[in-house]
């Protein structure tokens, strides 16, 4: 039986602006680890498929930024690269989504400085954008900025062949950062 280990983490580091301020902010994950257990190839798999994307069940981790008053707020979504999006193992990725947004309890809508889209109440993310918080048009500053992180691993079904139990993982760092 092929058997694969499959384990998702995310790192945490303080924001450089906060320390400047005086002020810490401190980002809080419900989950800072994922971990999805022991997979096998799906039934049905055939060996000419074995490139083929496997799509892993959503998860949510419920991200919070706060800081001991009001102060810019933005952060950077940092992590090994493939394609643009997360990578996943050796040729996986993973797909990040922050959606329900809100700043000091009122909700704010996302967006990337890295682009030219307007801010979006749910925004697909990749390592290396700086997300910033928006209410009508304007970056939006305050002490309570919470969200969630919808994570959507995928691997190749090849990946899935092996006959040892092999740990995978991504590592996904979110640094605070100056605006």
Not at 33 to 59: I, N, V
Request: with cysteine.
């Amino acid at each position: 039986m092929n058997k694969l280990r499959i384990h998702l983490c995310a790192g945490l580091m303080l924001a450089p602006f906060a320390a400047l301020a005086g002020e810490p902010c401190q980002i809080q994950l419900d989950q800072p680890h994922l971990d999805y257990g022991t997979l096998q190839l799906p039934p049905g798999a055939t060996m000419d498929r074995f490139s083929q994307a496997h799509a892993l069940e959503p998860r949510y981790v419920r991200l919070r930024v706060f800081c001991g008053q009001p102060a810019p707020l933005a952060m950077v979504l940092a992590g090994a690269s493939q394609d643009g999006q997360l990578k996943f193992a050796t040729s996986g990725h993973v797909r990040l989504q922050l959606q329900d947004a809100s700043v000091d309890g009122l909700p704010v809508a996302l967006a990337s400085q890295n682009t030219t889209s307007p801010a979006q109440q749910t925004l697909e993310v990749r390592p290396g954008q700086r997300i910033l918080p928006f209410r009508a048009g304007i970056p939006v500053e305050g002490s309570d900025w919470s969200m969630s992180l919808k994570i959507m691993p995928s691997l190749p079904l090849g990946e899935l062949r092996s006959r040892d139990q092999t740990p995978v993982e991504a590592t996904l760092t979110l640094q605070l950062a100056d605006q």
